[in-house]
Structure formats: C-alpha cells, structure tokens
C-alpha cells in the first residue's frame, strides 16, 4: 500500500543527478523507497496506530516493513534475489524470522512488478502509463539540461523495451523459484512465453496523455516532499537540566564566544585570503594570538606553529590544540590541511567561503564529551596521517583528497550524545527519517550537504563542475556511512576481498573502500595512539555513554551495552573492542599501506595497561608519567 507513498515521479536518477531536496536528506541511497517508508511511520506515529502493538512487537513490525519498501529499490534486486536463492538452493523451510523476511521483501518486490505477468489489457494499461511517466521524465531533463536516464528518452524507444524485457527476466527467474508462495502466483507464470515481451514493440506514442511539466522542479523544489522539519520536534530526548549546564556553556559565555569568534573569523579569512594571493606555503595562524588572552605572544605563536608542523604526525596532541585555541582548534586544522594541499586553487574555493563553511561545521558540533568538535578535529588530523604515512596519497586524486578531509571533518556533525540505538528504541524523530538506517550517520552526512545546498556563501563545491561534486559527494557519502559500526564487518570484508584479489587500489571503487577503512580506523584510533591521549579519550567516551545510560534507564528503554554506570567493566570492554575489532582491521590495512604498522605497537602497549589497571589513572594523562614503573612499586 505505501510502497510508492508521495512518489514524484521521477525517479532516483533524476533525484541524485539534480540534487534534490529529497537527494540531500537520504544522501542518494535508495532514496525513493526512503521517503516513502519514512512518511508512512510519520502518519502511524502520529495517528498511534501501532500503540495496540506490544512494546516489544512494535520494533519488529517496522524493521520489517521497512526492509520491505526498501527492498523495492531496483539497484539492490540483485543483493535480495541472491540471499532468496542461496536459501532455495539451500532447501530452506523459511521457517525462522530471518528467512521469513527474505520471502516476504522477494514478495513485495514481485507484486511491484506483477504488471508484467498480467494478461495483454492490463499489461498494456500498465507499461503504457510506465512510458509516459518516464517520457515525461525525460523531457524534463532535456529542457533542464540533464542527462536524459536510460530509458527516459522519447527517441530511444528500443531502449525502453530493452530494459523491461531485462526486468521481465529478472522477475522470471525469481517467479520460477517462488511457485510455492501463493495461488495467485503459481496461476500467474501461465502469462510468460514472452507473449507481453512483444508487446513493446506495438505501442503508438501518439495516444500517451502529456502531462504538462512546466514549472514542475520549481513546484517540487519549493514543496520539498521529504518530511517536514518540525523545530518543535526534538531530534531526542532533551538532556536533563543538569546535564545542560554541566556540559553546555551558559548564555553569556556564548554572547561572548559569538563575538569573538566573529572578529575572529573576518581578522582570518581576510589574512588567509592575503596568504592565499601571496602563495604563502604556512597557513596564517598569527592571527588567533591576539585572541589568546593572557598567554605569552611568542610563546603562543611558537607553540602554534611548531604544532602545524607536525599535522602529518600520529601524536598529534588535540587536546593541547584546543587548550591553546579554544573551540577554534578544528577552524584552524582544518584550513591547514585546505592550504597544504592547496584545495582552495585547485577547487576555486573562496577564502570568505571557507571561512563561512568551516564556522557552520564547528558551531554545529554539540557540547557532547566525546562526540564533540574536539573529536572532528582529531579525526580528520589522523585521517591525514594515515593518508601521509600509510602512503595513500600516492594512489589518490584532488577529488580524493577533498572528500576525505571533508568527510573526516563532518563525519559526526551535529551529534546529540545518544547513539544509534538509543534513537532507534526511542523511535526519535531522525530514526524516524532514516528509518533506523544508519540513523545518525545519514544525519551528519545531509545535514553537511544541507548546509552547502542551502546556502550559497557557504557552498565549497559551488566552484567545482557536476562531474567533480558528483565524485566527491558519492566518496563522502560512502566514508560518513562506513562509521556506523553496525556494518563494521561489512566494510572490512569488503576490503579484504580486494585484497585477496590482488587489487593494487588505484581503481576508484578500490580508493573509496580503502579511504573507508581508513576514515573508520581514524574514528576508533584511540586505542592505537600513544597512552596518554588514549586514556583522554576513553575518559571522554565512558562519561558519554555513562550519560546515555542514565538516560536509558529514566525512559524506560534497554541500557545499552557499556553504558550501565552500575556495572562499570572498562577493562573488559576496551580489550574486547581491541581485540575484535581495532587489531583486526588495522592488520588489514597494513597488509596494502604497510607505514602503518607502527601503531600495531600502541595497540598491544594499551591493551597491556588493562592488565594491571581496574580504572583510568588520571595521573597517566601526562605524557611523562610512568605508570609501568609505578605499576611495578605497587605490586611490591
């Protein structure tokens, strides 16, 4: 009933090729079939029609209706029909939850097709009124000066029937092993033998109605069919008023925090912009000095510079960054990459631009303990490090190189301290959009894209061409996804398929899977640095998770695992996650970019540190303490 709920009538070519609305809020993935499931739970939320369910059934119903509308996207027919007949091949009974969901998407995605095996009335009705539709698309694209889709294109009829023949195989050869699951779909196969496939060839254009698409993407764009942004929705549940004054700065540190960084960011983008013409090689950072009150001038521009120098190096000290430069650390890191790589040149990106994109990314960065700024900034130098001293960049491009500071920089934008799970038990409103997909990882990755598309002054790919922002856009999506570790494994079984098939990594595809692992082993690199800042880190994330608990527990919901403050167990989780996760996925990459070895080292050091430690020893934050030794003095 709602497979095609609020259907445009363009398709996702057309979605992603334009940058829609609708593309830049489900990041160009299945992005139809999104909106579709997305609005369909909009309307049984907001009518309570799934209330009557049981607390543990409602879950279950909308993971698998979504999976089902979702497993109409015909770019995936492929994943779906293989898992189908692997379970036919293996004499499955579809008796378990799992196989039952398999048969029922397989369903689904015949009945969405079931034109095809109707009798010669219907089946013309139907693929008459599917022509027109695409017909109609095409011309669109034309007038808009777009690539016309396959089988868009009113002069390329043979196209058309081309592709349906292609699909009506496709639904064949599914049909054939499916005789079991229904009357009405054993009766149906008596229509095959081709009979419709002839058919195509007999349609006259001239009969199809025209529908009159004038002004239609204007219309479109303006009605921006994905569900409405409600601001008076809550994305989650609010922290507790103590949680915000802990964690959140108070209205008068930010009247005052606005105002500085606003001097600051015209002092600097007007000094880079002077930098920029001069083809200076260091980035300005002489201008955040003043801006330091009460620190030595000389000592704080040495510290500065003397830090940049090192922004290609694994102990690179964020937490001293943000201590000399305030909320400014990621502003400043991340022009620091744009210039050494000289983006701005080679992208045609306007200092003022720049400066406007990178202030948005750092505001909209929460005051969370560990998925903060702070976090971005880090990940996005070690991304870099892993690129210099892995030796990726021999293999990449400028788009490449782009997209994955971008990407590293963005990847956690506007992350509200509770994690997937948690929205999605809450059913909060972004599980709702993204249909418990990669909930906040879609997140950041749109609301990114959101911000160049809506903005012009801060659009950094308003200089590139489509071909360029297509490229780059299809590796950031795929980089911001790849960090849900719910799919940890499916990434790095992906990678290491190419690895056994002796792939060099100069392709593109290949290039996008090694930047993934890479901007994944950035964002759980802490175990893999030196142990003073792992433990600053692991500090950070215990209290985040702490907090989330505790939310947990007061709405009722599953506490998630780790995050139990009454049964605090950090050194059992840590070595777990090093040991099933880190050292497996860091031997991996190892094998292709071997400079990377070295942080196998801190890896096996950190793990090590649990063996003689129920807790974290603050005292270890220094990178001069010896805990070994004072480790040793207490066991005698």
């Known amino acids: 009933m709602a497979i095609d ?34 609005l369909l739970f909009s309307i049984l939320k907001r009518y309570k029609l799934l209330d009557n369910f049981s607390k543990e059934q409602r879950p279950e119903i909308r993971e698998l209706i979504m999976e089902m509308i979702l497993a109409t996207d015909m770019v995936e027919h492929q994943t779906y029909y293989d898992a189908f007949a692997q379970r036919m091949t293996d004499h499955c009974e579809f008796s378990n939850r799992e196989d039952v969901r398999n048969l029922l998407q397989v369903a689904l995605k015949l009945c969405d097709h079931a034109y095809l095996s109707k009798g010669k009335r219907a089946f013309n009705y139907w693929i008459t009124a599917q022509l027109e539709e695409q017909y109609n698309q095409g011309d669109l694209e034309k007038k808009l000066n777009m690539k016309v889709s396959k089988g868009c294109d009113r002069g390329e009829h043979a196209t058309f029937a081309t592709l349906q023949t292609q699909k009506m195989e496709q639904v064949k050869e599914l049909l054939s092993k499916t005789k079991f699951i229904c009357d009405v779909l054993r009766k149906s196969l008596r229509h095959w033998n081709h009979e419709n496939a002839n058919l195509l060839e007999d349609f006259d254009e001239s009969t199809f109605r025209k529908l009159d698409y004038e002004g239609f993407e204007k219309k479109y ?59 200076t090689e260091k980035p300005a950072v002489y201008s955040l000095v003043d801006y330091q009150d009460g620190l030595p001038k000389n000592d704080i521009i040495q510290s500065i510079v003397t830090m940049y120098d ?51 990314v750092q505001e909209g960065y929460q005051y969370n303990p560990y998925h903060n700024a702070m976090h971005a900034c880090d990940v996005m130098q070690i991304t870099n490090a892993i690129m210099v001293q892995g030796d990726m960049l021999s293999k990449m491009n400028d788009i490449d190189i782009i997209a994955g500071i971008i990407s590293s920089m963005v990847h956690d934008y506007d992350h509200p301290g509770l994690n997937n799970a948690f929205q999605t038990h809450s059913w909060s409103y972004l599980a709702n959009i993204y249909n418990d997909r990669s909930v906040l990882e879609n997140h950041h990755c749109s609301q990114t894209f959101q911000i160049m598309r809506t903005d012009p002054n801060c659009n950094i790919f308003g200089g590139m061409s489509h071909s360029l922002r297509q490229d780059a856009r299809k590796t950031m999506v795929g980089m911001i996804i790849s960090t849900d570790m719910t799919n940890h494994g499916k990434y790095v079984k992906a990678f290491n398929n190419r690895i056994e098939a002796s792939a060099n990594f ?131």
């Open 221 to 279: 764009d303006e009605k921006q069919r994905a569900v409405p942004v409600d601001e008076n929705q809550d994305h989650v549940i609010p922290l507790t008023e103590q949680e915000t004054l802990k964690h959140h700065p108070t209205e008068e540190q930010k009247e005052i925090e606005e105002e500085a960084k606003k001097e600051l960011l015209e002092r600097f983008a007007v000094e880079n912009k002077a930098s920029y013409e001069k083809k």
């Open 310 to 360: 090192r922004i290609d190096h694994w102990n690179f000290d964020v937490f001293t960054t943000t201590a000399m430069l305030g909320n400014h650390a990621m502003f400043l890191t991340s022009w620091t990459l744009f210039t050494k790589y000289d983006l701005l040149k080679k992208f045609n990106i306007k200092p003022d631009i720049l400066s406007n994109f990178l202030r948005r």
């Open 506 to 636: 100069t392709e593109k595809d290949d290039i996008r899977i090694a930047l993934q692992i890479a901007i994944k082993m950035a964002d759980v690199s802490n175990p893999s640095r030196p142990l003073y800042l792992y433990l600053q880190w692991t500090d950070n994330i215990i209290r985040e998770f702490y907090m989330q608990g505790d939310k947990e527990l007061e709405n009722n919901l599953p506490v998630s695992p780790l995050m139990d403050r009454r049964n605090p167990d950090i050194p059992k989780g840590q070595i777990a996650f090093m040991v099933y996760v880190i050292i497996p996925m860091f031997n991996s990459f190892t094998t292709i970019f071997p400079g990377m070895k070295f942080a196998l080292e801190h890896i096996q050091e950190n793990k090590a540190y649990w063996e003689t430690h129920t807790a974290i020893d603050k005292a270890d934050f220094d990178p001069n303490h010896d805990h070994k030794k004072e480790a040793a003095n207490n066991d005698e």
């Open 5 to 38: 709920l609020d259907h445009p009538g363009l398709n996702n070519d057309f979605q992603a090729e334009r940058e829609t609305h609708l593309a830049t809020v489900y990041n160009d993935l299945s992005i139809l079939e999104n909106h579709s499931s997305t």
